[in-house]
């Protein structure tokens, strides 16, 4: 079975803090996304990777960055926290299967709060 | 620009009883379709699938439904149970693209 991780279930954090969020995944997938999701928005992109060292902005990448080091690894990072980046993370992964429809799978996601 | 619209953002149901739920597209693009289900802290999990060379793909109670004309697809579940209650996420996707267009979610009640 697919398994993604994340470094935390609840992270509390204060405002203008540098905070990191990791993803962990052990299918050997290419692909790995950052969502946040939030009541009434459904799920939005933040971040992709397709590939080790790339990245591709989804919908709402404003206030946010991320690194792919390692193919099993994509962090989240937000520079300088907001009050308004209180949200609910998660990661997922995809293989970069060619010639097929890849179904991503989710990690167990990271509540967030900003104070 | 909503590429994939979940109307009726909540539905109540009695256990044993029809669960449907529907979903929407815009791009003509989309070939792909899934159903995930999400628990209250917890990451969405996969439901069902359905590509467009088909109209209909079951799963043990789960049957989704699509119409390419209307640009329509449906999750049926029966009959409900409790543990059925959840949100339920409609996505798609098109060949050759690596993202998935998420619609906003449905949550669903089952009462026992």
């Known amino acids: 079975d697919v398994k993604v991780t994340q470094s935390s279930r609840y992270l509390v954090k204060r405002t203008g803090e540098k905070v990191f969020l990791e993803c962990v995944q052990d299918?050997?997938?290419?692909?790995m996304f950052w969502y946040r999701q939030d009541p009434g928005l459904g799920l939005r992109l933040i971040y992709f990777?397709?590939?080790?060292?790339?990245?591709e902005k989804g919908d709402i990448p404003e206030g946010y960055s991320v690194s792919r080091e390692k193919k099993e690894r994509f962090s989240l990072i937000l520079e300088s926290a907001s009050t308004n980046q209180t949200s609910m993370y998660l990661c997922a992964s995809s293989s970069g299967r060619r010639g097929s429809y890849n179904e991503q799978f989710f990690g167990p996601g990271t509540r967030l709060t900003v104070l | 620009d909503q590429q994939v619209k979940q109307n009726s953002p909540s539905l109540s149901v009695q256990e044993g009883r029809i669960s449907i739920l529907n979903c929407d597209y815009t791009?003509?693009?989309?070939?792909?379709f899934l159903w995930y289900k999400k628990y209250p802290a917890e990451g969405p999990t996969f439901l069902i699938s359905?590509?467009?060379?088909?109209d209909k793909n079951e799963d043990g109670r789960f049957t989704v439904f699509l119409n390419k004309s209307a640009k329509h697809l449906s999750l049926h579940i029966v009959p409900s149970q409790p543990g059925d209650s959840a949100v339920y996420f409609c996505a798609a996707s098109a060949w050759g693209n690596n993202r998935l267009a998420f619609g906003k979610g449905n949550q669903v009640v089952v009462i026992p």
């Open positions: 791009n003509s693009m989309f070939d792909y």
């Open positions: 990777s397709y590939d080790v060292k790339m990245k």
């Open positions: 359905i590509s467009s060379i088909k």
């Open positions: 299918m050997d997938h290419e692909n």
